[in-house]
């Protein structure tokens, strides 16, 4: 786009006048990160609950719970039965990771972030923006209807592991509605992809050079590659999978001379990417944002970007120990177990410069600040246990237990959630124009980070103790059955932390009334978003961009608070 273009505010397209043209089929980026926020936050709740039915099934083996339970299945007669308790772990997992958590931190955070922090009007290409929003919905929508089937939603776990995911012609039309659902999820991130990718490459505003761009932009940049490399991996397998079930192919069947272990190195190769895909987003926007409520620029931001590089990187190299237990060679394991524990390096160097951004800083302990905090600490839990899964021998002993379920949950659902939530309380003013309550904030924080230790730590002790993983009934065990008192005690936990939620949901739709107006900076922060009205105009900025001048991340922008100065310098 010519600077001539710019300067007259033309930016492709103009604001649509009609309800349909503005917010359903929306092509301004700021709407269409509402969009996904919003869709996020439905399949969420949706989630959620499966959730809770899960640890209610696990507190409850035995008692038969009528109301909910003979709602959803009415031949049952009260509990989940073993297969129902299946179909639930299985959507659950789907859900939360491509429909809940994915939208979020990269559909909300690209959307919103990108375009406003690189001082563009908006992405590269808008119309493949709004495709990939309803591309997404699409497959959430089959998804959601695939409960409803006669034969009840895929089974077989969100890994989809052939045989468990249907054999030659299988008849279960839930797996098939898996499939096409996945599938129209990985086009809408792959859109998502190029888009984010075309538009930091081309669009950025005079001045931003790439070692300029915040660490979020750089997160998002990462998260996109990954998403362009590993998605199609995942895609294709997925389709070979559809052709296999309904043509009776073998790409995946022991008959044609083929093997099912095909199918779990396709998927890992992509599924080991995908923990990255959702917390570089996460590690960018934390970057960024520990270091304004710090009151410094970002400890080591060129190594904080060449970690995020070496991540991207690493990532592809250790699918691997996914399968020690598989029957993969030995020297496999021994080869992915070294390559696993390289990842170490890179993340350290994060921490050590998140730590680094702290000291000595001003700390502010705002909301926003607080879900960063909280992303550090559970993170770093789930880190440091993942090097007892990496390591081949433990791991033989501790896969398929509670030790798994607990560690991935601190990882990838835990810190992604509670790094979305930073990105919403952060983003909440410039989105909407108004503050969300403060102490709600905190108390919803403090809930939330008590009980997700609790769920998530006990959850691994008790994987420790022998408790198996996707199991609806530990009580046909003998020597599982001691651990249901702590058991049931997690499920109280969730209970507790689902209502937590409520508080923020109440904060959110009572502050957009309700919350005192928020200025263009209320957070103080440097980033090129907060120079523009809340929320920003369509087009983003005045007739004229905004330019970046001094160095990287302690650029300074014309007319924002900058007091985002060392603080060393300041005495
Ligand atoms: C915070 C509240 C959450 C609770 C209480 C919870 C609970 C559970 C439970 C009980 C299971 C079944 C474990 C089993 O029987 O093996 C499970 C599985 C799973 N969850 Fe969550 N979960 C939560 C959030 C999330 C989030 C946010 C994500 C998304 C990243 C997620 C991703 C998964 C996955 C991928 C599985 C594995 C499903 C499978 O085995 O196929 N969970 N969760
Ligand atoms: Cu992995």
Same mark, same amino acid.
């Given at each position: 786009?010519?600077?001539?273009?710019?300067?007259?505010?033309?930016?492709?397209?103009?604001?649509?006048?009609?309800?349909?043209?503005?917010?359903?089929?929306?092509?301004?980026?700021?709407?269409?990160?509402?969009?996904?926020?919003?869709?996020?936050?439905?399949?969420?709740?949706? /989630?959620?609950?499966?959730?809770?039915?899960?640890?209610?099934?696990?507190?409850?083996?035995?008692?038969?719970?009528?109301?909910?339970?003979?709602?959803?299945?009415?031949?049952?007669?009260?509990?989940?039965?073993?297969?129902?308790?299946?179909?639930?772990?299985?959507?659950?997992?789907?859900?939360?990771?491509?429909?809940?958590?994915?939208?979020?931190?990269?559909?909300?955070?690209?959307?919103?972030?990108?375009?406003?922090?690189?001082?563009?009007?908006?992405?590269?290409?808008?119309?493949?923006?709004?495709?990939?929003?309803?591309?997404?919905?699409?497959?959430?929508?089959?998804?959601?209807?695939?409960?409803?089937?006669?034969?009840?939603?895929?089974?077989?776990?969100?890994?989809?592991?052939?045989?468990?995911?249907?054999?030659?012609?299988?008849?279960?039309?839930?797996?098939?509605?898996?499939?096409?659902?996945?599938?129209?999820?990985?086009?809408?991130?792959?859109?998502?992809?190029?888009?984010?990718?075309?538009?930091?490459?081309?669009?950025?505003?005079?001045?931003?050079?790439?070692?300029?761009?915040?660490?979020?932009?750089?997160?998002?940049?990462?998260?996109?590659?990954?998403?362009?490399?590993?998605?199609?991996?995942?895609?294709?397998?997925?389709?070979?999978?559809?052709?296999?079930?309904?043509?009776?192919?073998?790409?995946?069947?022991?008959?044609?001379?083929?093997?099912?272990?095909?199918?779990?190195?396709?998927?890992?190769?992509?599924?080991?990417?995908?923990?990255?895909?959702?917390?570089?987003?996460?590690?960018?926007?934390?970057?960024?944002?520990?270091?304004?409520?710090?009151?410094?620029?970002?400890?080591?931001?060129?190594?904080?970007?060449?970690?995020?590089?070496?991540?991207?990187?690493?990532?592809?190299?250790?699918?691997?120990?996914?399968?020690?237990?598989?029957?993969?060679?030995?020297?496999?394991?021994?080869?992915?177990?070294?390559?696993?524990?390289?990842?170490?390096?890179?993340?350290?160097?994060?921490?050590?410069?998140?730590?680094?951004?702290?000291?000595?800083?001003?700390?502010?302990?705002?909301?926003?600040?607080?879900?960063?905090?909280?992303?550090?600490?559970?993170?770093?839990?789930?880190?440091?246990?993942?090097?007892?899964?990496?390591?081949?021998?433990?791991?033989?002993?501790?896969?398929?237990?509670?030790?798994?379920?607990?560690?991935?949950?601190?990882?990838?659902?835990?810190?992604?959630?509670?790094?979305?939530?930073?990105?919403?309380?952060?983003?909440?003013?410039?989105?909407? /124009?108004?503050?969300?309550?403060?102490?709600?904030?905190?108390?919803?924080?403090?809930?939330?980070?008590?009980?997700?230790?609790?769920?998530?730590?006990?959850?691994?002790?008790?994987?420790?103790?022998?408790?198996?993983?996707?199991?609806?009934?530990?009580?046909?065990?003998?020597?599982?059955?001691?651990?249901?008192?702590?058991?049931?005690?997690?499920?109280?936990?969730?209970?507790?932390?689902?209502?937590?939620?409520?508080?923020?949901?109440?904060?959110?739709?009572?502050?957009?009334?309700?919350?005192?107006?928020?200025?263009?900076?209320?957070?103080?922060?440097?980033?090129?978003?907060?120079?523009?009205?809340?929320?920003?105009?369509?087009?983003?900025?005045?007739?004229?961009?905004?330019?970046?001048?001094?160095?990287?991340?302690?650029?300074?922008?014309?007319?924002?608070?900058?007091?985002?100065?060392?603080?060393?310098?300041?005495?």
């Amino acid at each position: 786009m010519s600077d001539a273009a710019q300067a007259h505010g033309h930016h492709g397209h103009h604001e649509p006048a009609s309800f349909v043209g503005k917010y359903i089929f929306a092509l301004d980026h700021k709407i269409i990160a509402v969009q996904f926020m919003l869709g996020g936050l439905f399949f969420l709740l949706v /989630g959620g609950s499966m959730a809770l039915l899960l640890r209610w099934q696990l507190a409850n083996p035995f008692v038969p719970v009528p109301v909910i339970g003979t709602f959803l299945f009415p031949e049952t007669g009260g509990y989940l039965r073993p297969d129902d308790y299946n179909i639930m772990f299985t959507m659950h997992g789907t859900i939360m990771v491509f429909f809940a958590i994915t939208p979020l931190v990269i559909g909300m955070f690209g959307n919103f972030a990108i375009p406003l922090q690189i001082g563009a009007r908006d992405m590269a290409m808008p119309k493949v923006n709004m495709l990939s929003f309803w591309f997404y919905i699409l497959g959430g929508i089959i998804l959601l209807v695939s409960l409803f089937l006669p034969g009840g939603a895929s089974h077989s776990g969100w890994t989809a592991y052939p045989p468990l995911s249907g054999l030659v012609g299988s008849p279960d039309l839930g797996q098939t509605f898996w499939i096409l659902g996945l599938t129209l999820n990985g086009v809408s991130s792959l859109m998502g992809a190029f888009n984010y990718i075309s538009t930091v490459v081309m669009m950025r505003t005079k001045g931003l050079t790439a070692w300029r761009l915040p660490l979020t932009v750089w997160g998002l940049v990462f998260t996109s590659i990954l998403n362009l490399l590993f998605v199609p991996v995942v895609a294709a397998a997925l389709i070979l999978l559809l052709v296999d079930r309904t043509f009776g192919s073998q790409f995946f069947g022991a008959n044609g001379g083929s093997t099912p272990l095909l199918f779990q190195h396709l998927f890992w190769f992509f599924g080991h990417p995908e923990v990255y895909i959702l917390i570089l987003p996460v590690w960018g926007l934390i970057s960024d944002l520990i270091a304004v409520f710090s009151r410094k620029p970002a400890f080591g931001y060129k190594a904080t970007v060449c970690s995020m590089l070496a991540i991207t990187a690493i990532s592809g190299i250790v699918w691997g120990h996914h399968m020690y237990t598989a029957g993969i060679s030995p020297t496999m394991g021994k080869v992915f177990m070294s390559l696993t524990m390289l990842v170490s390096i890179p993340s350290a160097i994060f921490f050590l410069n998140w730590l680094g951004t702290l000291w000595r800083g001003s700390i502010r302990y705002t909301t926003p600040m607080l879900f960063c905090l909280g992303v550090v600490l559970v993170f770093s839990l789930g880190g440091l246990t993942g090097i007892f899964n990496a390591a081949e021998m433990l791991d033989v002993f501790l896969h398929d237990t509670y030790f798994v379920v607990g560690h991935f949950h601190l990882t990838m659902a835990a810190s992604v959630l509670l790094g979305a939530f930073a990105g919403i309380y952060f983003w909440y003013p410039k989105m909407f /124009g108004r503050r969300m309550n403060e102490t709600l904030g905190k108390i919803h924080f403090a809930i939330s980070i008590t009980t997700i230790l609790y769920i998530f730590i006990m959850m691994m002790i008790l994987g420790a103790h022998g408790m198996m993983r996707r199991l609806a009934d530990n009580s046909n065990y003998a020597f599982l059955k001691g651990l249901q008192p702590q058991v049931a005690n997690i499920s109280w936990a969730v209970l507790v932390l689902a209502c937590a939620q409520l508080i923020f949901v109440f904060n959110f739709l009572f502050s957009l009334k309700a919350g005192p107006k928020a200025g263009e900076n209320p957070w103080e922060a440097a980033t090129l978003e907060w120079t523009t009205p809340s929320p920003p105009p369509h087009g983003n900025f005045g007739p004229v961009l905004p330019e970046v001048y001094r160095g990287a991340h302690e650029y300074s922008v014309p007319g924002a608070a900058n007091d985002w100065v060392p603080q060393s310098q300041s005495g």
